[in-house]
């Protein structure tokens, strides 16, 4: 299973950025899929999931309708749309999946909302 993340930079409070992850070895389209971010001196919590299908989604209370999760079973990927971004937004992006009860990470990608 490898997991890649991308898309995180600076962006100013209110601003909007996409996140994608791509991954591969392992049945894409079957399997659920999260966002999680960490925040300094935090643990890792998840901010949004979605179906295998794309049809269900479900997120963390603190993003509720300012970000949307979706993704493109095509092309094996999953994205993260923030918008109305907020300053406690900035952490480290993860994508995650479970898989045979593993659960597994990319590497991470840094999204910095400036006030």
């Not at 993340?5 to 399997?31: D, N, Y």
């Not at 109305?84 to 479970?98: A, L, R």
Request: proline share 2%.
């Amino acid at each position: 299973v490898h997991l890649v993340e991308s898309g995180g930079e600076l962006v100013q409070a209110g601003g909007s950025l996409r996140l994608s992850c791509s991954g591969s070895g392992f049945t894409f389209s079957s399997l659920a899929m999260s966002w999680y971010r960490q925040t300094p001196g935090n643990e890792r919590e998840r901010v949004a999931s979605v179906s295998g299908s794309g049809d269900m989604t479900n997120y963390a209370d603190s993003v509720k309708g300012r970000f949307t999760v979706s993704r493109d079973n095509i092309k094996s990927m999953i994205y993260l749309q923030l918008n109305n971004s907020k300053p406690e937004d900035t952490g480290v992006y993860f994508c995650s999946v479970v898989t045979f009860g593993t659960r597994y990470w990319g590497q991470g990608t840094q999204v910095t909302v400036s006030s």
